[in-house]
T-cell receptor, first 113, second 113 residues
């Protein structure tokens, strides 16, 4: 079955620690996205990538980093510079053209110890 | 400025009753419009989308939405709600000039037995 997988489902971060969230897709999509979701708010774009080895900052990129070394994978690192990392993180992908439908993974909930 | 407004934070309907969720958008170019549904702790599932053509769009699970350009609206409707429809619903807008989707803050639907 084609789809998007995210792991882990839950992740705990200690103060000063970097953590990495995994996102993999087997839809052969060119574009991938990371969103942050906080209670009572819509989704806010962190980073997106239109193609391998290229990515752009979204609206709230500070404290986050990404890489896109393979078409299928778009990991997100939450660095110690992100002072309020507790949120639900959603990965999405699309075929690649502007305005294309985005398909979402099941999400990772990040909690701070 | 580009934005999406979902004026109702919560809506409660009785099972079997009709449903309308409101969505208004502001977008500088021709909009592409989407409705997604999210169950607690899950990712977003696409219900339907409007790119062009017929302004009444049919989606999955018996949902439909109507694009009204003059009112900048894209309201979601269902003639008879089922208990399994209880979830959070997000409206989003994009366009062929951007990879970004702009999301509303969501409407949580509660279904009374």
């Amino acid at each position: 079955d084609g789809g998007i997988t995210q792991s882990p489902k839950y992740l705990f971060r200690k103060e000063g620690q970097n953590v990495t969230l995994s996102c993999e897709q087997n839809l052969n999509h060119d574009a991938m996205y990371w969103y942050r979701q906080d209670p009572g708010q819509g989704l806010r774009l962190i980073y997106y990538s239109q193609i391998v080895n290229d990515f752009q900052k979204g609206d709230i990129a500070e404290g986050y980093s990404v890489s896109r070394e393979k078409k299928e994978s778009f990991p997100l690192t939450v660095t110690s510079a992100q002072k309020n990392p507790t949120a639900f993180y959603l990965c999405a992908s699309s075929l690649g053209a502007r305005g294309e439908t985005q398909y979402f993974g099941p999400g990772t909930r990040l909690l701070v110890l | 400025a580009q934005s999406v407004t979902q004026p109702d934070i919560h809506i409660t309907v009785s099972e079997g009753a009709s449903l309308e969720l409101r969505c208004n958008y502001s977008y500088g170019a021709t909009p592409y419009l989407f409705w997604y549904v999210q169950s607690p702790g899950q990712g977003l599932q696409l219900l339907l989308k409007y790119f062009s053509g017929d302004t009444l769009v049919q989606g999955i699970k018996g949902f439909e939405a109507e694009f009204k350009r003059s009112q900048s609206s894209f309201n979601l409707r269902k003639p008879s709600v089922h208990w399994s429809d209880a979830a959070e619903y997000f409206c989003a807008v994009g366009g062929d000039s951007s990879y970004k989707l702009i999301f509303g803050s969501g409407t949580r639907l509660l279904v009374r037995p």
